[in-house]
């Protein structure tokens, strides 16, 4: 019922709701012990990004 509810309730969001819950996230990242994880996924990010503008770019 839950998931339900999440399910109903993020696809009612508007962008401007969406994206400030990200901000709001975001905000939270030292508090929850996070800007470490986040940092390690940054090289593994970037390399996907520009496999995907190589793709993009030649498509």
């Known amino acids: 019922m ?5 399910a109903r309730e993020a696809a009612r969001a508007t962008y401007d709701e ?7 996230l975001m905000g ?6 996070w800007r ?5 996924d940054d090289d593994r ?3 996907l990004w520009m496999k995907l503008r190589r793709a993009w770019s030649h498509g």
Not at 2 to 6: D, I, K
Request: net charge positive.
């Open 2 to 6: 839950v998931r339900q509810r999440v």
């Open 18 to 24: 969406k994206l400030a819950q990200l901000e709001s």
């Open 28 to 33: 939270s990242v030292d508090d929850f012990g």
């Open 36 to 40: 470490e994880k986040l940092g390690a």
């Open 45 to 47: 990010v970037r390399a």
